[in-house]
Structure formats: structure tokens, C-alpha cells
């Protein structure tokens, strides 16, 4: 209850009109007593192409005195060569992540009643990724020498840290400790990445010593993928590295009924910081200002950061009133973005 202050950062492309839906719902859903006060951030790509500015210091200072972010999309259409890849993405959106320490990027994949999964029999699908948010190959640590030439050398070195992969194993296991079937599955590449992978191994066997409860299970992340198209139903709680856990969650929502319906927080379990909430997707270029975005992505975003914030019976108004507009949703039938965010929006208003 009281004020909550939220950071809102549209960004580009759908962005904009995918975190319109999820705040008109968010202002819906407030609580008895709870306000949101929203503060809008212009941040991304017009502001870089217009100033060269991508996440100034004094804006993160500012955005650090909030209780919450809310994100829409950051970057601009692969190719695009008056916006170099990796501005936004590793400027913006990784500076966020990284300088919030949000070490918890929780990707849940559930395939909701009603909703048609590309999978002939796929089965409960309920499932949720904790991809590791600070570490992996998304540091920064690498280089490139004699660029442009035949001798050119890139390298991304991946980053693997046992404070953090224990603390994100650790978060993992107490959520597999809190879901009925009680499994947690460490997907790697303990055969080839060896040094990574041998961390990630011990410390998933350590901290499971705490969780005596709860089933480890290990998949290597080619044969995650033919389990996620076979029997996705057999996961419950997937701990994984940064880029692994990117990739294997595109494919969680493809199968669970498409990305226009994958939520995620970027989350700091200790509370030292905001935690940051945004759908999957990106800004995707291809069908920005058209109003033909599926805001169910954001808005089912907003409700983990309801739950976060302390709320979770107004969380879970939220996704029931997506629930009921997925099932009654006409196959063939299509919506303008504002027009899902006012049904779900009427829904949670009662
Ligand atoms: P994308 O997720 O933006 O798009 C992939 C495909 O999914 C496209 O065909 C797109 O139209 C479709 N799609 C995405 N969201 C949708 C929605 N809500 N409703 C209906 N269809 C939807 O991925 P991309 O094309 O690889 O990336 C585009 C840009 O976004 C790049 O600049 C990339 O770096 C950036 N990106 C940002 C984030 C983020 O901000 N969190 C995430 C992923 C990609
Ligand atoms: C995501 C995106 C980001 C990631 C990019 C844009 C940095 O793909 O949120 O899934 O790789 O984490
Ligand atoms: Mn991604």
C-alpha cells in the first residue's frame, strides 16, 4: 500500500504500445490503498539517433529510486545501419540488468487453456526458466583483433563466477522447493564448455544438499531442445547461463503459444534494488505502429512485478483476466493491440 513508484521505459518499436496495455491493466489491478505513480523515461533509440545518449548516469541514478521497472523493447531492426547492434541491447537494457544486479531473470512458460501450441499433444506445460542475469557471455569480456582483416580474432568469453552461479542456483532450488512437483533441471554443455560446466555441475549438486526435497535433474541444451518439442510437460524448473536461457526461452514461448505471450522479470531477490519487468520479445521492427502487437507479453509482465512488489492477489487478477480473454479469444480473429489491453483491462475491473 502507498505509492509505488514505477520506472517506465517504452523504448522502441512495440515497445511504446505494448507497455501502454500493461500500465492501463497495472492502474486497473492497483490494490486497495496502492497507487502507481509512473514516471516515463525516453530511452532508446530516438533518443541515441537525436542525442548519442543511451543510458546517462544521472537517469540510472534516478531510475534506481524506484520501487520497479517497467520495460517495453529496446533496439532497432537487425541491420539497420544507423544503429549499430548492441548499443541498446548491451548500453541500455544490459546496463540495467547488470548495474541492478538483477541476477533472477525468471521466464516462466505455461500454456494457458485455450491457447494453441504448434505441438500436436503438448501435454501441462508449466514450466519456469531462471536464466542466470549478470554472468555468462553477456559481460562484455572479449574483443576483436586485426578486425577486417583475414586474420580477424572475435572473442565473447563467457563469465562464470561460483558467488554467481550459486546465488542463481540457489534462487532456483527455493522456487523448485515452492512447485508442487518439486524438480529443478540444470541445462548446460558440461561436455564441451568444461570449465563453465563444472561449475555450474558442483554447485547445483552443493546447494541441492539444502533442497533434499526437490529432484535434480541435468539435460545437456541440444537434447533441452528436442525435449522442448517432445515433452516440454517434463520440465518444472530449469536453471540455466545467460545465453542459454535466452535461447531456450524464444523456444519456451513458441511452444506455449508464441512470444506474444512470454512474460519475464529481471529480478534482485535481495531486494537491494528495482527489479525490472518486460516481455520477452524485442521491438520487433516488422509490425511497429501498427497496433498489431500482442500486449499479453507486457501485461502478464506486470504481473510478476505485482507479485514482486508485495501483491499477489492483485497479480493474480491480472492473470486471470488473461486467462479468460486467451480462452475467449476467436481463432482467425485479430485485435488491435488496445483494444486486448482494454478487454483484460474491463476484465480485472470487473
Ligand atoms: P523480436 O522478438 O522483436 O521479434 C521476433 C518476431 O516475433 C517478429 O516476427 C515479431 O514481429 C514477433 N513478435 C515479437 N513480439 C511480438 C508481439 N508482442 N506480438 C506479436 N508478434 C511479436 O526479435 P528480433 O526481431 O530478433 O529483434 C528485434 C529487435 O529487438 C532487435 O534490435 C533486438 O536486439 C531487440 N530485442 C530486444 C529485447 C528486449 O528489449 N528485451 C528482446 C529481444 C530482442
Ligand atoms: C532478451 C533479449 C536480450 C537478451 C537482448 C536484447 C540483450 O534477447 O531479453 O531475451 O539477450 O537478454
Ligand atoms: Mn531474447
Same mark, same amino acid.
Do not use: K
Given at each position: 500500500t502507498g505509492t509505488v513508484k514505477l520506472a517506465v521505459v517504452p523504448g522502441d518499436g512495440i515497445g511504446p504500445e505494448v507497455t501502454a496495455e500493461a500500465l492501463k491493466v497495472l492502474e486497473a489491478a492497483a490494490p486497495t490503498g496502492a497507487r502507481f505513480e509512473p514516471t516515463r523515461y525516453d530511452l532508446g533509440a530516438e533518443r541515441y539517433l537525436a542525442t548519442g545518449e543511451v543510458l546517462p548516469d544521472s537517469v540510472l541514478e534516478e531510475v534506481r529510486g524506484h520501487d520497479a521497472i517497467l520495460l517495453g523493447a529496446v533496439g532497432g531492426k537487425p541491420g539497420d545501419p544507423s544503429l549499430p547492434p548492441g548499443i541498446l541491447e548491451r548500453g541500455l537494457l544490459l546496463r540495467l540488468r547488470f548495474e541492478l544486479d538483477h541476477y533472477v531473470n525468471l521466464r516462466p512458460s505455461r500454456l494457458f487453456p485455450g491457447v494453441t501450441s504448434p505441438l500436436a499433444d503438448p501435454g501441462e506445460v508449466d514450466f519456469v526458466v531462471v536464466r542466470e542475469g549478470t554472468e555468462g557471455p553477456y559481460t562484455g569480456n572479449g574483443g576483436a583483433l /586485426?578486425? &577486417? =582483416? !583475414?586474420a580477424e580474432v572475435a572473442t565473447e568469453v563467457s563469465v562464470n563466477t561460483a558467488y554467481g552461479v550459486e546465488r542463481v542456483v540457489r534462487d532456483a532450488f527455493a522456487r523448485a522447493q515452492r512447485r508442487p512437483r518439486k524438480k529443478l533441471t540444470l541445462v548446460h554443455k558440461t561436455n564441451v564448455l568444461v570449465h563453465a560446466g563444472a561449475v555450474w555441475w558442483r554447485l547445483v549438486q552443493e546447494v541441492a544438499q539444502e533442497f533434499p526435497e526437490v529432484t535434480v535433474d541435468y539435460v545437456h541444451v541440444d537434447a533441452a531442445m528436442i525435449f522442448l518439442v517432445t515433452d516440454p510437460a517434463r520440465f518444472d524448473v530449469v536453471v540455466t547461463d545467460n545465453l542459454f536461457g535466452d535461447i531456450v526461452t524464444d523456444l519456451a514461448a513458441a511452444v506455449t %503459444? %508464441?512470444? &506474444?505471450l512470454a512474460a519475464s522479470g529481471n529480478v534482485? !531477490?535481495? /531486494? =537491494?534494488t528495482p527489479s525490472m519487468f518486460e516481455p520477452v520479445h524485442g521491438s520487433a521492427p516488422d509490425i511497429a505502429g501498427q497496433q498489431v502487437a500482442d500486449p499479453t507479453a507486457a501485461i502478464l509482465s506486470a504481473a510478476l512485478l505485482l507479485d514482486h512488489l508485495g501483491h499477489p492477489e492483485a497479480a493474480a487478477r491480472v492473470e486471470a483476466a488473461v486467462l479468460a480473454d486467451l480462452a475467449a479469444r476467436t481463432p482467425g480473429a485479430t485485435r488491435r493491440t488496445s483494444e486486448v489491453g482494454d478487454a483484460v483491462a474491463a476484465r480485472v475491473t470487473g
Open positions: /586485426r578486425v &577486417g =582483416t !583475414p %503459444g %508464441g512470444i &506474444g534482485n !531477490p535481495d /531486494r =537491494t
